[in-house]
C-alpha cells in the first residue's frame, strides 16, 4: 500500500488505485500522545485514547511506499504531522534493539517503506539542516529502507505532491 500523509489538504489529482490511500490529518480529530504507554502495556498495538489517529496508524505501519507532507517549523514536523507520528508509537513495541550501535524500538509488524518527504514553507539553511538530520535519526524507528527529503515553499507544495506521484506509477 501507498500512503499519502498531509497536515493540509492538497489540491491534486491522485491516480484511480486502491492502493493509494491519502489522508488530510487537518481534517481529523488527534489528541496529543500523553505518554502513558497503555499501547505497550495494556493494550499492546492500539492505543489507549480512541480518536482518528487509531484509523491512521495502522496505515503508517502496512504501507511500504509513503508521502509525508508537513510544514517545516523551526527545524521539525509542525504540530499536526508531529502530534500524528507520536500516536504512531503503538506500531513499535516497548523493547529495544541495537542497530548499528544505535538503540531502537523493535517493530509491531510494520513493512519497510520507502519515504519520500515534502517539507514546506519558507526555510532557511539551519533549519533544513536540522530536519534533515531529524529524518536520518528517525528513519530507523520509522522502518524507511529508503528516503528522500524535498524542501519546497507552499506555493510549490502541489507541484512537489505531482512529481512524486509520478514516480509512483513507474
Not at 489522508?23 to 498495538?45: E, H, M, R, Y
Request: charged share 25%.
Amino acid at each position: 500500500m501507498k500512503l499519502i500523509l498531509s497536515d493540509k489538504p492538497l489540491d491534486i489529482v491522485l491516480p484511480d488505485k486502491e492502493e493509494i490511500k491519502y489522508v488530510d490529518l487537518s481534517a481529523l480529530k488527534i489528541a496529543n500522545c500523553i505518554g502513558c504507554f497503555g499501547c505497550w502495556t495494556k493494550t499492546p498495538g492500539r492505543c489507549v485514547i480512541r480518536d482518528d489517529a487509531t484509523k491512521v496508524y495502522p496505515y503508517i505501519a502496512q504501507s511500504d511506499t509513503l508521502l509525508y507532507v508537513s510544514h517545516i517549523r523551526y527545524g521539525g514536523y509542525d504540530t499536526v504531522m508531529k502530534t500524528m507520528l507520536e500516536r504512531a508509537i503503538p506500531i513499535q513495541q516497548a523493547f529495544i534493539r541495537i542497530h548499528e550501535g544505535e538503540t531502537h524500538h523493535v517493530q509491531r509488524l510494520v513493512a519497510e517503506k520507502s519515504a519520500t518527504i515534502i517539507a514546506y514553507g519558507d526555510i532557511v539553511e539551519e533549519e533544513k539542516e536540522i530536519f534533515n538530520q531529524l529524518v536520518q535519526r528517525n528513519a530507523h524507528n520509522m522502518n524507511f529502507k529508503s528516503y528522500e527529503v524535498i524542501f519546497v515553499t507552499e506555493n510549490m507544495l502541489d507541484k512537489a505532491v505531482e512529481k512524486v506521484l509520478e514516480t509512483w506509477k513507474r
